[in-house]
């Protein structure tokens, strides 16, 4: 057919495929055929084209596992974050062994830890002594703790049935003080996955609102409030996080630290998610259903939140998406430099401030594992929002 087309001195049509898009919104609802492209509705689209981003769907799995780790830290916990084992103190990450030395099988297990000392470097050694196996046991009963702070229990989801004085399990090592570095990571994720979603939503209520003032009304509050935005984003980040949280009294509990820490976050934040609002609405103030709503009455809040906020609401979503992981980096870095939440307040900040003690570094580099709590956090949200920003506009090619 294509040379027939040549010789005529016609030219070929062109190869086209179908968009990935295209055949996976063909192929879906093959079942009972009722329902396609045409009909379904918005989030289903979206839903569409965000399950076939692999990565992103991944991330989301990693994100809830995370949230829920969080929720139930104290369950997840082996130990009490702050129990310490003096005679542990630096021990290296436990190893888990199936089956014992005559090679049979023992199921999971750790080898009974002795302690000695290098008689050259002096630094502490721990070697297993084969002869002691501690199972690891699921739903162990360890130390008594209240979930959620009403709930007495002293279920663990692991740990190891022994007693107190013969505890050796420690995931993740144990710090220059003996504590269990895995119990500690677990407990600090609620406050460094949860400074990022309140962080956020803070910025999203700022954001909408200035954002939404600037560009429905334009003017002289548009001039004010860009004026505002251009000043913030004008002065370097770190400096300005230093010296708002500096401000913080240091007598302060820990709860309002944390309330202190997220509202200096959010007051930062909210400065792009303003200018993406303020745009969208100078793009959309004049359009048809924006007029229409004018004309039959509506009043000018139902306006903006009815209609114009909704219509890019896929955009928002994947925005602070986006912006959840700069908040956590934010807080580790403050709490890092030790001007954010301190002790005993316990944050992945925190822990790594175990990082500016070189000897604790050079002897026992597991204190810096809760360093990949935050990277691996980071990355989900981030491949996340990826995965949202392109299923935001389903239409798209």
């Not at 745009?279 to 114009?308: K, Q, T, W, Y």
């Not at 990949?372 to 299923?391: E, I, K, M, Q, Y």
């Amino acid at each position: 057919m294509a040379t027939n087309n040549i010789e005529q001195g016609l030219t070929p049509e062109p190869n086209i495929t179908p968009s990935p898009v295209d055949a996976e919104l063909d192929a879906l609802d093959k079942g009972d055929g009722t329902e396609n492209i045409y009909v379904a509705p918005q989030w289903k689209l979206m839903w569409w084209k965000f399950r076939k981003h692999k990565l992103a769907l991944i991330s989301g799995i990693v994100l809830i596992i995370l949230y829920l780790v969080a929720i139930f830290a104290d369950f997840v916990a082996p130990y009490n974050p702050e129990a310490f084992f003096q005679q542990y103190t630096l021990a290296p990450p436990s190893r888990i062994h199936l089956s014992n030395a005559q090679g049979g099988f023992e199921g999971p297990f750790v080898y009974g830890i002795k302690r000695g000392r290098d008689p050259v470097t002096l630094r502490p050694i721990f070697v297993e002594d084969q002869t002691i196996i501690h199972h690891i046991r699921l739903f162990n009963r360890g130390t008594p703790y209240k979930l959620w702070g009403f709930i007495d229990t002293d279920i663990h989801l692991f740990g190891l049935d022994v007693p107190q004085d013969e505890q050796g399990f420690f995931l993740l090592g144990a710090d220059r003080l003996g504590r269990d570095i895995f119990s500690r990571v677990v407990i600090g994720s609620r406050i460094s996955l949860s400074i990022g979603l309140v962080g956020v939503f803070m910025s999203l209520i700022f954001g909408i609102i200035l954002g939404g003032i600037s560009g429905y009304y334009g003017g002289v509050a548009d001039n004010i409030i860009q004026r505002m935005i251009e000043f913030v984003r004008s002065v370097p980040s770190i400096p300005l996080w230093m010296a708002l949280s500096a401000a913080l009294p240091p007598n302060w509990p820990v709860v309002w630290v944390y309330f202190g820490i997220t509202v200096i976050l959010s007051l930062i934040g909210w400065t792009g998610l303003a200018r993406v609002v303020r745009g969208r609405f100078l793009a959309l103030r004049e359009e048809d259903f924006v007029l229409a709503a004018r004309l039959v009455g509506s009043s000018e809040m139902r306006i903006i939140l009815r209609h114009m906020v909704p219509s890019f609401l896929s955009y928002i979503i994947a925005t602070l998406t986006l912006a959840v992981p700069g908040m956590i980096l934010a807080e580790t870095g403050l709490s890092f430099l030790g001007l954010g939440l301190r002790a005993p307040a316990i944050s992945w900040g925190v822990l790594l401030q175990e990082a500016q003690n070189l000897r604790s570094v050079a002897l026992a580099p597991w204190v810096l594992l809760p360093g990949l709590a935050v990277v691996l956090s980071v990355l989900a949200f981030n491949f996340l929002g990826d995965g949202l920003r392109d299923a935001a506009d389903p239409y798209s090619r």
